[in-house]
């Protein structure tokens, strides 16, 4: 599907009253998943314990700074 075919449905949903910013927000969160789905099909991706892991390391590190 090119990008336009996958944006057009999109905008297309969007109410009458919508603005320029709503359309753009829409595509922003089409792109945003598409690339998404490409880097879980090359492989790059966690699984939700890793991003536990991870997010649980970063919040520590977080605290730590606000400490200081």
Do not use: C, F, N
Request: glycine share 4%.
């Amino acid at each position: 599907m090119s990008v336009k075919e996958a944006a057009h449905p999109a905008i297309e949903a969007l109410p009458d009253t919508a603005s320029l910013p709503d359309a753009a927000d829409r595509v922003a969160l089409l792109a945003a998943l598409e690339k998404g789905r490409h880097a879980v099909r090359e492989g790059r991706w966690k699984s939700p314990e890793e991003v536990e892991k991870l997010l649980s390391s970063w919040l520590e590190k977080q605290s730590g700074r606000t400490r200081q």
